[in-house]
């Protein structure tokens, strides 16, 4: 098991960027073995995936159809930490996203992959 924490959300006009951070705590498996995933959650809406990262392939990314292009998904092995850059934000980007973390998983775009999540950090873009 591995803690979370997410921290780097607020409030972004449309068009403006923020990065959110994620700091895994130490654990017993390899922080290098673990796929790294972001998702969010809008009011009245499911938790969908937006982007994430995995161990194998070179560190292989994959990100929702609505933030490709816009989006990146890095991570700092050496630190424990995954990161995602968020530009050209619009308002339908507005919601909790959440860093969570599975180890070795392969379906990384599935919420129920994950074993371990992160509080969560409010993202509200303003039009």
């Known amino acids: 098991q591995v803690q979370l924490v997410e921290s780097g959300g607020g409030l972004v006009q449309a068009g403006g960027s923020l990065r959110l951070s994620c700091t895994a705590s130490?654990?017993?498996?390899?922080?290098?073995?673990?796929?790294m995933g972001w998702f969010r959650q809008a009011p009245g809406k499911e938790r969908e995936f937006v982007a994430a990262?995995?161990?194998?392939?070179?560190?292989?990314?994959d990100y929702a159809d609505s933030v490709k292009g816009r989006f990146t998904i890095s991570r700092d092995n050496a630190k424990n930490t995954v990161d995602l850059q968020m530009n050209s934000l619009k308002p339908e980007d507005t919601a909790v996203y959440y860093c969570?973390?599975?180890?070795?998983?392969?379906?990384?775009?599935?919420?129920?992959?994950?074993?371990?999540w992160g509080q969560g950090t409010q993202v509200t873009v303003s039009s």
């Open positions: 969570a973390a599975a180890f070795l998983a392969t379906n990384y775009y599935i919420p129920r992959s994950y074993d371990d």
């Open positions: 130490a654990s017993s498996r390899p922080f290098a073995h673990y796929s």
């Open positions: 990262i995995i161990p194998w392939n070179g560190g292989s990314t």
